[in-house]
């Protein structure tokens, strides 16, 4: 299953069966941008036809995050433009192989061979148009605003923001239909970047996966996450993990998941980047 759906003239989101996925197209006079490319070649090729149906314009690519779903397909894409936050190559390089390997597992599992045979030969291709806070693009005429506004679903979170359009694709920072994944996040610091997302004072939000919403959902899934954080302080004061489990938004295996990234990778000594918010 997919589909196109028209968000503004010219702004489209496009929603997947496959993990839930929602990615975007922006449409300018004479030039796009796709934001985010799929899980692997397969499925990249199958979005860059999409597109081709859409659009004949030449394109560039925005990487949202380096989680495979949503840059293994960028290959059919070459040769363009791959922008993505600084730290998004280096956790791709890191990071890679391992996600492809635990994803082929799963699919193995899944009964889904084609899914990882695909991914078991999809190219890695390392964004080469590093973003550090902020950067604004002009596709065909249209401001497109690509802004690091600091951790939460991973370090390198962008965010792809159409200031004219009152839109912006959120990546993974928010989720719809299913809880926030925090395998890879910071939770102390992800509320605080989702208020900097509100501030952006956008009406339509794409997550990463599900429909695209309002500030209304974002704005009740940060509190969730602020909740979460809230639990994290707690544990790092000192409380077990045990007794906040039951006191939390979320089911127990993602609220453990995210008081272990609290104690390892976020203590409550912030984790400010230097290079951190700026999208203003
Ligand atoms: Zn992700």
Known sequence: MSRWVELADGVLARRYGELDLTVGLIIGDGACLVVDTRGDAVQGAELAAAVR????????????????????????????????????????AATGEQQRAQWQRYYTVQGQAPVAAALAVAPLVPPDHPVDGRTELSIGGRRVVLAHLGAGHTDHDLVVWLPDDATVFAGDLVEHGAPPDFGDAFPLAWPSTVDRLLALGAATLVPGHGDPVGAGFVRAQRDELAAVAALCHRMLDGEPARDLVCASPYPPDTTRTALARAATHDRADGHDRADGPSAQ
Do not use: K, M
């Open 53 to 92: 149906e859409v659009t004949s314009a030449p394109w560039q690519v925005a990487i949202t995050h380096a989680h495979f779903d949503h840059c293994f397909g960028t290959a059919a894409f070459l040769p363009a433009a791959v922008w993505a936050h600084r730290r998004c190559a280096r956790e791709l």
